[in-house]
């Protein structure tokens, strides 16, 4: 049996997790999500500005402080902090590591997911992709990518933990094959046993939210969560390929129950009888689980099928502009006045800037109690909105105006503006998502390790 946990949603997660894990009890491996698809873009552009740029700096940051605990307890750690420079990251955290006069350190690094040069058709062999679903045709994207990574497997994971690397850094990989990973090496799954594989994936799927399946975003009963101060991210206990339990560390708050389970498992899905990623499918309508103790949930019959020939390819365009803003409009007739606000703004706009400038807008209301904290008696109507005002535009210029059209409400349009504001709204460009599907022969990833 080994213990896999999680210690990272996606990067921006709670700090305090990873630690937590390694200090509250006995693990085996530590993995860590850091890649939502935006980032990905993200790290792009900080590579350009900087060469030695392009990870998650995080990952550093609050990793370097446990390597000493984790050299001494032998603990794995997987992580897809590697963003678009895997080495970069590899190398900063060995840095880290000599710091604290760690010399036997091994890092594996995961390559060969980055095709945006083959994309673009700056490398070759050049790729062309296959739109998924109903996606825009690629060409009419290609020039505008900033960002075009291949999701791949477990498997290139899997040969650097063989070749004996105690940290995996990686760049765009499925987030299920961050646990898939250490099953097939610890537990010698066979390649073709999809049933085994399918298992690995659906603990993979329930660890890669981190704490959204150990009480955190927990829609059913929140207020059952104990401990959330403290909360502890989930672990899986795998036995064999064919049961695996969720749990956590005993010390810690949380919960973990058939209810947290199933909506972790529902999260992201699509059609969960074909749960699709590059080391097999899962059918996630056979699985079974079952409360066998406090905060331990046995997962088992999960069955699957075999591979399927493409990949998926994750990229980012350039879409043009957008620009949001918002102010504050207290009771009475919050709502009224907020609504009117916002229309007296789009007019204005278009007024100055013609009515073709902006291809989409938002003017939406939300509000609680902030403005008058209970002294006002509570009434049906809101005692206060914020009015936030969204638009987008090929013109940087339109947003830019856009923007400039707010502050002036508080004095030349409804009463009842507050200080709950920001700054003058800025535009921001706006990085649009498309996916797409290449033939697996055609990706080859990379392995490499190093040593401190």
């Not at 290609?142 to 063989?162: C, D, F, H, K, M």
């Not at 995996?168 to 250490?182: E, F, S, Y």
């Not at 797409?436 to 990379?446: D, F, K």
């Amino acid at each position: 049996m080994i213990r896999i946990a999680s210690g990272q949603g996606y990067w921006g997660d709670w700090p305090q997790a990873p630690a937590l894990q390694v200090r509250s009890g006995p693990i085996d491996y530590l993995v860590m999500d850091y890649l939502a698809e935006v980032t990905m873009s993200i790290l792009q552009k900080q590579r350009r500005r900087d060469p030695s740029a392009g990870y998650a700096t995080d990952f550093v940051t609050d990793l370097g402080e446990l390597l000493p605990e984790i050299a001494d307890k032998a603990i794995r750690v997987i992580a897809s902090a590697g963003g678009v420079n895997p080495r970069g990251c590899a190398q900063a955290l060995l840095a880290r590591a000599r710091q604290a006069g760690l010399t036997e350190l091994k890092v594996g690094i995961v390559r060969g997911d980055d095709v945006l040069d083959r994309a673009l058709g700056r490398a070759e062999p050049a790729l062309t992709m296959t739109p998924l679903e109903a996606e825009l045709p690629f060409e009419s994207v290609r020039q505008r990518l900033t960002s075009a990574n291949v999701y791949l497997g477990a498997r290139p994971i899997v040969e650097a933990l063989r070749r004996g690397a105690q940290i995996v850094v990686t760049g765009r990989c499925t987030d299920t094959g961050l646990a898939l990973a250490p099953m097939i090496h610890a537990l010698d799954v066979a390649e073709d046993d999809w049933d085994a594989l399918a298992l690995g994936t659906v603990v993979g799927h329930v660890l890669e939210c981190g704490a959204q399946a150990s009480g955190g975003n927990f829609l059913a009963d929140w207020r059952a969560v104990a401990d959330a101060d403290r909360i502890g991210f989930p672990i899986a206990e795998v036995h064999d390929g064919g049961r695996a339990v969720i749990t956590k560390h005993a010390g810690l708050g949380g919960l973990v129950s058939a209810a947290t389970i199933k909506e972790q498992l529902l999260y992201e899905i699509g059609d969960p009888r074909c749960y699709v990623t590059p080391d097999g499918i899962a059918d996630f309508t056979t699985i079974r689980l079952r409360e066998i103790g406090p905060d331990r949930v046995e997962i088992t019959d999960v069955r699957g099928r075999p591979a399927p020939p493409t990949l998926k390819v994750s990229c980012v365009y350039e879409a043009g502009w957008k620009v949001s803003g918002q102010i504050t409009y207290c009771w009475p007739e919050a709502r009224a006045r907020a609504q009117a606000a916002g229309q007296l703004i789009r007019k204005r706009v278009e007024n100055l800037l013609g009515v073709d400038r902006f291809q989409e807008w938002l003017i939406e209301c939300v509000g609680a109690d902030a403005c008058h904290d209970g002294l006002v008696e509570r009434r049906d109507e809101a005692e206060e909105v914020t009015l936030r005002v969204s638009a987008r535009s090929n013109d940087r210029a339109a947003c830019d105006a856009l923007g400039r059209e707010l502050a002036p409400m508080v004095l030349t349009g409804p009463p009842g503006a507050t200080g709950f504001a920001g700054g003058r709204p800025r535009a921001s460009e706006v990085m649009a998502y498309w996916s797409g599907l290449v033939p697996r022969e055609a990706i080859t990833p990379e392995v490499e390790i190093l040593e401190a």
